[in-house]
């Protein structure tokens, strides 16, 4: 499946445990959609997130995050994994 890296970019300053419950919302419905968030981080006072995640599609991944919590991602970056 392809991997995608997400980035949100809030304007405002975020804190990790928002970001841990947007994420866990995600996790809730991801099966859904075939979608698979792996991993995440989070530039707390930039206010930026960046999200991992195996995907069918960009429209996938971001159809979860839009169902889960709204916060759709501003870009999505079609990604290989390297070592």
């Known amino acids: ?3 995608y890296m997400d980035v949100h970019t809030l304007g405002d300053a975020v804190s990790m445990e928002d970001v ?5 919302a ?3 419905l991801q099966d859904e959609h ?4 792996l991993r995440y981080w989070v530039d707390e006072p ?3 997130i960046f999200c991992l995640v195996d995907a069918p599609d960009a429209e996938a991944a971001n159809t979860v995050h839009r169902e889960a919590h709204g916060l759709v991602a501003d870009e999505i ?4 994994e390297g070592a």
């Open 20 to 24: 841990a419950k947007a994420h866990a």
């Open 26 to 28: 995600d996790l809730q």
């Open 77 to 80: 970056h079609l990604v290989k």
């Open 34 to 37: 075939d979608v698979k968030y």
């Open 46 to 48: 930039g206010g930026k």
């Open 1 to 3: 499946m392809p991997l």
